[in-house]
């Protein structure tokens, strides 16, 4: 959001010549020149958060006291409709159990050491656990069982990174860096592979990946980044190489991997972008400073809070939508 702030009194220079100015103004000051709001065709929840929220509504409804073991997915405004919802997350703390109350394993995943010690505290416990998260934890224990050394790249105190690791014991390790593989030593002609957390950046992804085949040519890729980050990153950045836009918006939890990872790569076209969770984030910018802007957003993004940032846009610019 700052990045946008600051990026206001860059983009006030730009001139719209051959623009007719608009009408109105959503500040309701002088006329802004005619401004056109882009939404990205995959916004919303993806297939994973749409299940897991799907899960724990579907569980309340049918008078499940629901205990959710960590945030179900990085997204606020899911947390406080769910809370309406008698979803709640669980504080960890020990609890004497009711015959309704369930716990419900976050979309993140956990690892098995955590999965039987839930199912050991007296209550029913419910699995919401991104189907491509259990993919990468099905990858890892088989190649641990394969005799594999594995490398992952993830953020270091993610959830869904805690659960993957949990699952690669001593035969994983956790990489940022290729310079990072000087702290491990590993045995000669062990096969090695390369994965990734589901939300992670491709670009990131694929230069590290890089760097760890520079050093260990004989490693493997294995392909853990989920279809959904893939095609929201992949259509950002193909949007934005073509210099139409002066300006995107992320919606997403700050909290959340591919909603961060989709500011980062916008901000590193040199474009201006904002980074938000709610439209209310946006209040005080000077949107009608932009002729084009570029909306996105991360996986665990309702659609009505896309809808509410999109609506803002284009009250506040004069706008008018454009296709997908």
């Known amino acids: 959001m700052d990045s946008l702030r600051t990026a206001n009194a860059v983009c006030a220079a730009k001139k719209s010549a051959g623009r007719e100015p608009s009408d109105r103004n959503g500040d309701g000051g002088q006329p802004a020149a005619a401004v056109r709001v882009d939404r990205c065709r995959d916004c919303g929840f993806c297939h994973g958060v749409r299940r897991a929220v799907g899960r724990a509504e579907s569980l309340a409804a049918a008078g499940w006291n629901v205990f959710v073991d960590g945030e179900l997915v990085h997204n606020g405004t899911v947390g406080k409709t769910l809370e309406k919802k008698n979803v709640v997350t669980w504080d960890g703390f020990d609890r004497r159990w009711g015959p309704r109350d369930c716990i419900l394993i976050r979309a993140h995943g956990i690892g098995p050491e955590r999965r039987s010690w839930l199912r050991g505290l007296g209550c029913r416990v419910f699995d919401a656990t991104c189907p491509d998260v259990g993919r990468s934890a099905g990858f890892i224990l088989r190649l641990r069982r394969r005799g594999y050394f594995l490398i992952f790249f993830g953020e270091e105190n993610h959830p869904e990174t805690a659960g993957l690791l949990a699952h690669g014991g001593k035969d994983i390790f956790p990489c940022k860096s290729a310079d990072e593989l000087a702290k491990i030593t590993i045995q000669e002609g062990r096969p090695v592979a390369i994965l990734a957390q589901t939300t992670a950046g491709i670009d990131t992804f694929n230069a590290f990946a890089s760097r760890v085949l520079e050093k260990i040519p004989r490693a493997e890729v294995v392909p853990t980044i989920c279809s959904s980050t893939r095609r929201r ?78 609506r803002l846009l284009l009250f506040r610019g004069g706008a008018a939508a454009g296709g997908a």
């Open 233 to 310: 990153q992949e259509e950002l950045l193909r949007r934005l190489e073509t210099g139409s836009y002066d300006c995107a918006v992320i919606v997403g939890g700050h909290h959340s991997s591919n909603a961060r990872n989709l500011s980062r790569l916008a901000a590193s076209m040199a474009v201006p972008t904002a980074h938000v969770e709610t439209a209310a984030e946006l209040q005080g910018m000077e949107l009608s400073k932009f002729s084009r802007i570029l909306l996105a957003s991360g996986a665990s993004t309702p659609a009505v809070d896309v809808d509410a940032v999109e």
